[in-house]
């Protein structure tokens, strides 16, 4: 305790000796209330000048920093002082911020790396968060519980810890709600979806937004849904929960489909939107790592690599290198992407729902097959784009005989892709001209697949 109060007294000193006192004015005040030993009083007036949200005084942090380190005025809590002592270093330019610097670097040797890690976390985020731990049972060995420090989710009797703070800055929670839906179909899928409402500063002063996330539980995974600001308001701190209607705010449910949507019923943001199914995700991050390898091997090819552009085509094309655009194109690229083919089909002049086989040596009415010899490596198709490609040096190749067939199926993504299908073509037995008579035949099958706009029926 001696310790304690000769460490005030000195500090104290440097307080009133680094500058006119009006500069200081409050915090000098309750330095002054520190010396009378009226600590008590000291830490009314230091606490909300160190622990505010809007420009701290870094002073005060000292010496709240001290009070809490000693129990003087407050109950003891080190944890606190350290993360406020780690905030007064930011004072590079006084005596105090020096202080303070030592005195992290002596809580580093001393405290274990959890300790001095929760001390650096907590300068960020501080202490005031409203947070309260929350445990949601689920289902059968099926449970997920937060704390600050991030998740924890046992699915079929396997714990799985998901170590993501929940807040990286200042926050004040006000409520974590878990809510299970009958979804699908015939509406017998449940699903569980958790939302978080907290307030956040922001950069003007005394203002804070009410900030909603949702996620989905999906297994042992935390899906995120949406994040939106909902409404503002004003003050050094927030509306209690009391005082606020969330109901009003947001909205969960199930439409009439079985598909679960959210609605934000308050302020420019308002919408209601179906949450995409597991399936559908799934689906999504597939057709992302095929257009990722397409990237790939379109950033490894050699632009300046120059091959004669009236050689004969492979017709070598991967259903994994393929793609589409808009309601009636498909293309394949060859692995070093000097060569494509194209099929054009228009769903409604071949009469087509859900596809159909025709014969390329007769349909030349609503479907167009060519093959494209390229001169060099080409980064991306020059087609499904308005951005212009430069001179392009090429050969185009047509068909003289085989057969297209077009398979049309739902997408599977009515969310991300509404009302789009999955367009697979297969060519058999084709043969191809060049412009100099020269023909090719298909010796190995040739499958492309890509979601176009096409709709079904």
């Known amino acids: 305790m001696m310790r304690a109060r000769l460490l005030l007294v000195v500090s104290a000193t440097l307080v ?8 200081t004015v409050s915090t000098a005040d309750g330095v002054d209330a520190l010396l009378r030993r009226d600590y008590a009083r000291a830490a009314a007036i230091l606490k909300p000048l160190a622990e505010t949200l809007w420009q701290p005084d870094h002073r005060a942090e000292f010496f709240m920093a001290v009070l809490y380190e000693s129990g003087l005025g407050v109950p003891q809590d080190p944890p606190r002082a350290c993360a406020l002592f780690m905030r007064a270093s930011a004072d590079h330019e006084s005596p105090l911020g020096s202080a303070a610097s030592v005195l992290v670097r002596a809580r580093q040797r001393t405290l274990d790396r959890d300790a001095f890690n929760t001390c650096n976390w907590r300068a960020s985020v501080g202490f005031d968060d409203r947070f309260e731990q929350v445990t949601f049972m689920l289902d059968q060995e099926h449970w997920i519980a937060f704390d600050l420090k991030g998740t924890t989710i046992a699915y079929r009797g396997v714990e799985k810890r998901i170590d993501v703070p929940l807040v990286s800055s200042p926050v004040r929670f006000v409520s974590i709600r878990h ?5 699908g179909a015939t509406f017998s899928t449940r699903r569980h979806f958790v939302d978080m409402f907290k307030w956040v500063p922001l950069a003007q002063a005394r203002t804070w937004s009410l900030k909603w996330e949702l996620t989905e539980v999906v297994r042992d995974a935390l899906v995120s849904v949406t994040s939106q600001q909902l409404v503002t308001a004003t003050g050094e701190e927030p509306p209690a929960r009391s005082a606020i209607d969330l109901e009003s705010l947001v909205r969960l449910r199930v439409n009439e489909a079985g598909d679960p949507e959210f609605s ?13 199914s597991d399936a559908e995700r799934e689906e999504w991050k597939r057709l992302s790592a095929q257009q990722a390898r397409v990237r790939q091997d379109a950033a490894r090819a050699d632009p300046k690599r120059v091959v004669d552009v009236h050689r004969r085509p492979s017709l070598a094309y991967s259903a994994d290198a393929s793609d589409g655009c808009g309601n009636a194109f498909v293309y394949g690229w060859t692995a070093d992407r000097t060569e494509a083919i194209t099929v054009r089909a228009d769903k409604d002049l071949l009469q087509i729902s859900t596809g159909g086989t025709f014969d390329l ?59 789009r299908s999955r367009a697979t073509i297969r060519l058999s037995g084709a043969q191809f001209v060049s412009p100099a008579a020269v023909r090719v035949d298909q010796t190995q099958p040739i499958t492309l697949t890509a979601i176009v706009g096409w709709i079904p029926g």
């Open 264 to 276: 934000v019923l308050t302020g420019a943001a308002r919408q209601t939107t179906v949450i995409e």
């Open 361 to 419: 040596a007769t349909q030349t009415v609503g479907l167009d097959v060519r093959l494209h010899v390229y001169e060099r490596a080409m980064p991306s198709l020059p087609f499904c784009t308005d951005v212009g490609m430069g001179n392009i040096v090429e050969e185009e190749w047509g068909p003289t005989r085989g057969t297209v067939t077009i398979q049309l199926l739902p997408a599977g993504l009515p969310v991300r892709a509404p009302g």
């Open 16 to 23: 009133f000796s680094a500058g006119p006192r009006a500069q």
């Open 179 to 183: 809510a299970e839906l009958a979804a």
